[in-house]
């Protein structure tokens, strides 16, 4: 029969190339990662089956015109891989216990498909669901699942179409004795790094979502620092596309180097064929982003563990959505910069050196904020966390993979303790101490000139609040306190206080909150 004919065969009557032995895997897809999965579970020995969810050939959908999906069929054809068209299917071509992936990048299968699913298996199959799903929907279906004695893994994945064909890092979340009937599974299309499988358990119920996230959030600190880099580098030190490229590829040899360095060595020095202009100079600011990125906020929130980098990194990419909101204030207001500031001669090689001091200690804050929410994450709901292992499976194998991240799982697999933000603890404080002031420089450089680097201001702004002594914030505790919101602590007293404010000298006495004092509230006319 031939490939393309399926269009015409009724739902559940034939599956392209099942013959008499069951598959081992099944993989719901609907994109090439999906479908690269499966080329990767088949090159390692496995037999597969994959249900094209897209193709939707039960609703008459024909595929003859869909040169993609002719595609992707007649690769999965030659590959001796397995071919359903809906779930009824595709659950019957597998052997028992089964053991099905759903994966869809960006987005979650319909309620539909998962009805379908919990119709069809039985107790003792595992769904390992690789989409992006909210916390919620994973621990509801993972409730719903395992009442029906089926087991569900709620996995976050680092990785692209193109790693999928070479292997992943799973972070898995779920009951761990339903990671380890699968580990072996799971581990033979993960990626490989110094002997070592970039498969790691992170906890029960949605930890493995959790860590996703906040992969996703390191993910785009790291490219707002660097890019932040690159534009300093262009506009205070006037450098082109081949002295950026130069200085990167320098940066690419030390404590900074990584894959995302490497990454932009190469593009910035590239030119647009059509224009002659670095490719730099005609991109659009325009970025797009990630739902699971953006719920990241709301969690820390929850959590109460700021993540100002990480936030600067998303909100800077919702704010270049703004485009023409954004063209129309540059065009009606006057951005007044510091005089002269743009006219100053700056030692090349100090201030690149600067800059570069600088994106370390930005990217190290963010990795510190991202160790103080897992950490109070695992406190808050329960989890029993490696730390130093989830890290290892953010780096190893992954796009951030870089010689600072490296460190960073050397000194959280030998820390006695967490009582200090990682960038001043261990041999990260002497680095910390000596690039401090270097980015310190770097972001009045850039407020003088106007020039936008939100990620390393808050990490300079986080550092001081961190380590600087007393925040504003007992200040605003006091006006609330004279509105007669609060009462507030004192220094010198463990006990909440109230003031009477109402003292004629303005020598205002503190008592006890709890001694029956009334608050006054609105001493000043409104």
Request: net charge negative; charged share 25%; glycine share 8%.
């Amino acid at each position: 029969m031939a490939l393309l004919d399926l269009c015409n065969i009724q739902k559940g009557e034939y599956i392209m190339g099942i013959g008499m032995m069951k598959s081992d895997v099944g993989i719901v897809a609907v994109d090439n990662i999906g479908y690269n999965l499966a080329l990767q579970f088949r090159k390692k020995g496995y037999k597969v089956t994959v249900c094209c969810a897209d193709v939707n050939i039960c609703n008459g959908y024909d595929v003859s015109g869909d040169e993609h999906i002719k595609s992707v069929l007649n690769s999965l054809s030659v590959s001796e891989i397995e071919t359903a068209f809906d779930i009824e299917s595709m659950v019957a071509s597998l052997e028992s216990p089964r053991k099905i992936f759903l994966i869809k990048r960006n987005g979650i299968f319909s309620e539909e498909i998962y009805f379908k699913m919990t119709s069809c298996l039985q107790p003792g199959d595992t769904i390992i669901d690789c989409c992006d799903s909210s916390f919620e929907l994973t621990e509801k279906r993972g409730d719903e699942l395992r009442n029906l004695g089926i087991a569900y893994l709620g996995v976050g994945i680092a990785g692209d179409e193109y790693s999928a064909l070479e292997g992943m890092s799973f972070f898995v979340g779920g009951k761990k004795s339903d990671f380890e009937n699968v580990k072996t599974l799971i581990s033979a299309v993960s990626s490989n790094f110094q002997g070592i499988s970039c498969c790691q358990y992170i906890g029960e119920g949605y930890a493995g979502r959790f860590a996703q996230m906040i992969f996703g959030g390191l993910e785009y600190s790291i490219l707002e620092t660097m890019s932040e880099a690159v534009m300093f580098l262009k506009y205070v030190l006037d450098f082109d596309g081949e002295q950026i490229h130069d200085t990167l590829c320098e940066w690419n040899e030390s404590e900074l180097g990584g894959y995302i360095t490497g990454v932009l060595a190469d593009i910035v020095s590239c030119t647009d064929k059509d224009t002659g202009s670095y490719i730099t100079e005609v991109v659009s600011d325009k970025a797009g982003y990630s739902r699971n990125v953006s719920r990241l906020s709301s969690s820390a929130s929850e959590l109460s563990v700021p993540i100002s980098v990480i936030n600067a990194a998303v909100y800077t990419r919702y704010l270049s959505k703004m485009t023409d909101k954004r063209s129309l204030a540059a065009e009606k207001f006057e951005l007044k910069r510091i005089k002269n500031s743009q006219s100053k001669e700056y030692d090349e090689d100090r201030l690149s050196e600067c800059i570069r001091r600088s994106c370390y200690l930005t990217i190290l804050t963010a990795v510190s904020q991202c160790v103080e929410l897992l950490l109070k994450a695992e406190e808050k709901y329960g989890w029993s966390m490696n730390i130093a292992e989830v890290f290892f499976a953010f780096y190893a194998g992954t796009v951030i993979q870089c010689n600072l991240m490296g460190r960073v799982c050397d000194n959280l697999s030998i820390a006695d303790n967490f009582d200090l933000p990682l960038f001043a603890a261990g041999d990260f404080r002497n680095d910390s101490e000596a690039y401090i002031l270097n980015l310190r420089e770097c972001a009045v450089i850039s407020v003088e000139q106007g020039l936008p680097l939100p990620a390393m201001i808050n990490a300079i702004s986080y550092i001081d609040c961190y380590c600087g002594g007393k925040l504003p914030t007992g200040i605003l505790q006091l006006v609330r306190n004279y509105l007669g919101y609060d009462s507030y602590k004192r220094s010198d007293r463990k006990e909440a206080v109230t003031t009477d404010w109402n003292a004629p000298d303005g020598k205002v006495t503190s008592v006890s909150d709890d001694s029956g004092a009334k608050k006054s509230i609105y001493h000043k006319e409104l």
